[in-house]
């Protein structure tokens, strides 16, 4: 079954900018999809396809995936950004949903 | 704007089976092209794919949980549900629906609803 890789968890200044890891074999090759979940609260889409923002997600998340790594990056970090953010795809070979474990965005 | 909302029983003894439904609200379950998940999140964990049933009726699960899933969707109900049998404390969880795009990703989840399992 395919895997996806996070980091356990990330921690960013405010106003700077957090980069989040999603690793998995020719990634690249697939559309990732980004979610943050904030405590006590369903999990929301950030980042679909790659790249795309829903509407009322801010500029400030962008996405980018290639090779065997897509990452989430998150400038001008707000003490709001602070969630569980998870990487998700579609695996076609197996017609599956695979979410990654997670990471941990601590602002500082 | 779709509206996910689970119901069911919030205990379940060992063994059992542990049923849930989705009703969907703000549009119609057989309007476009989506489909209708379920995805479950162990406290403190990370999420966890169950599987999703189309309007077709067609069905994908995940194979390590395969064996004691039915997910089933009520067209005229305008709801869907999961069926989860022989479960143990490991099942314990929060569970959410959710629905799907074409692209796999899923904007519009319900809010959850915990499930026990313990005698």
């Known amino acids: 079954s395919y895997v996806l890789t996070q980091p356990p968890s990330v921690s960013v200044a405010p106003g700077k900018t957090a980069k989040i890891t999603c690793g998995g074999d020719n990634i690249g090759s697939k559309s990732v999809h980004w979610y943050q979940q904030k405590p006590g609260q369903a999990p929301v889409l950030v980042i679909y396809y790659d790249t795309d923002r829903p509407s009322g997600i801010p500029e400030r998340f962008s996405g980018s995936n290639s090779g065997n790594t897509a990452t989430l990056t998150i400038s001008r970090v707000e003490a709001g950004d602070e969630a569980d953010y998870y990487c998700q795809v579609w695996d076609s070979s197996t017609d599956h949903i695979v979410f990654a474990t997670g990471t941990k965005v601590t602002v500082l | 704007q779709v509206h996910l909302q689970e119901s069911g029983p919030g205990l379940v003894k060992p063994s059992q089976t542990l049923s849930l439904t989705c009703t969907v609200s703000?549009?119609?379950?057989?309007?476009?092209?989506?489909?209708w998940s379920w995805i479950r999140q162990s406290a403190g964990k990370g999420l966890e794919y169950i599987g999703r049933?189309?309007?077709?009726?067609?069905?994908n699960y995940n194979p390590s949980l395969e064996s004691r899933i039915t997910i089933s969707v009520d067209m005229s109900g305008n709801r869907f549900s999961l069926k989860l049998s022989s479960v143990t404390a490991a099942d314990t969880a929060l569970y959410y629906c959710a629905r799907g795009h074409r692209g796999n990703d899923f904007p519009d989840w319900g809010q959850g609803t915990l499930v026990t399992v313990s005698s």
């Open positions: 049933v189309y309007t077709t009726g067609r069905t």
């Open positions: 703000g549009g119609s379950i057989s309007s476009g092209s989506y489909y």
